[in-house]
């Protein structure tokens, strides 16, 4: 985390906290804003990975709705929320302050809207690769893998013992029912409930170009890194994908690549595909 943002956000939560009472109340309004401010400021800057601005728009409105059910959740509290709100609109003292509110307001909202239509467009930072190189080796769970040589250990059972593959299968399929469907869409499509608001959207596992193309190793990294685990290449990503290895365990992700490919009807690119390729490249 970036202390320098988060530390003065949590600051002024504390220092508020210490006056409410001792040198005077401080309103509830006041402290709906604090909260707010405070949330807003380290979600948006106070992760030195980024947390993209599409999952900010799903955020702050969930955030708002809470603050609101926490003033409406008390009569004394909402009172305390709503009078200073009615006196701004209705008192004549404020006639000025509101006239500038009700014409600033829509004059904000469209000059950020013509910032962003005659913005020039911007070539990125640098090249965009639709599969970035995976590394050589990574760490899960304290655990090393080499990637260069990893394959699915569950993948063999698909022969020597059909029905626990198809159990394997199954707990694949309620991993990614209770968490990446979301995203990804009940078909795998990448068309899940929050994807109109993800930028770059989800990958379509459906689609022939992505993980019919990629080995079970390259899965179980990109799944267990996610977007904060991609290469500088893979930028500028912005992807919004968890890093699936601080909420399920190694067993659990293996489980759910073999649902993916299971589920989409496709095959994992063979080892022996990647190298003959790799054989022509060199030639």
Not at 81 to 107: H, N, Q
Not at 134 to 148: M, S
Not at 225 to 254: T, V, Y
Request: charged share 15%.
């Amino acid at each position: 985390m970036t202390w320098s943002i988060v530390l003065p956000a949590l600051l002024l939560l504390v220092i508020l906290r210490l006056l409410d009472g001792r040198l005077f109340k401080v309103p509830i309004l006041l402290w709906l804003v604090a909260w707010w401010v405070a949330v807003f400021v380290v979600l948006g800057y106070g992760f030195k990975v980024p947390i993209p601005r599409s999952m900010l728009k799903i955020y702050l409105p969930i955030l708002t709705g809470v603050l609101v059910v926490y003033a409406t959740s008390d009569r004394q509290r909402m009172r305390e929320a709503r009078d200073p709100i009615l006196a701004f609109l209705t008192e004549r003292r404020f006639f000025v302050a509101l006239v500038l509110v009700v014409l600033l307001v829509p004059a904000a909202v469209a000059a950020n809207i013509y910032r962003g239509m005659t913005a020039p467009p911007q070539a990125p930072f640098f090249g965009r690769t639709v599969h970035p190189a995976p590394p050589n080796q990574i760490t899960v769970h304290d655990k090393p893998f080499d990637l260069t040589n990893l394959s699915n250990p569950n993948r063999e059972l698909e022969k020597s013992n059909p029905a626990l593959f198809a159990q394997k299968v199954d707990n694949g399929k309620h991993v990614y029912y209770s968490n990446c469907f979301f995203c990804h869409g009940d078909l795998l499509r990448g068309d899940g409930m929050y994807a109109h608001a993800l930028n770059p959207i989800p990958t379509n596992f459906q689609d022939p170009g992505t993980i019919a193309q990629l080995q079970e190793s390259y899965l179980f990294w990109r799944v267990s890194k996610g977007g904060p685990g991609l290469p500088d290449e893979g930028g500028p990503w912005m992807s919004a994908m968890p890093q699936w290895d601080q909420f399920l365990d190694e067993e659990q992700i293996w489980d759910v690549i073999l649902f993916l490919y299971n589920q989409t009807g496709n095959r994992p690119r063979a080892r022996e595909a990647v190298e003959t390729t790799a054989a022509h490249a060199q030639r």
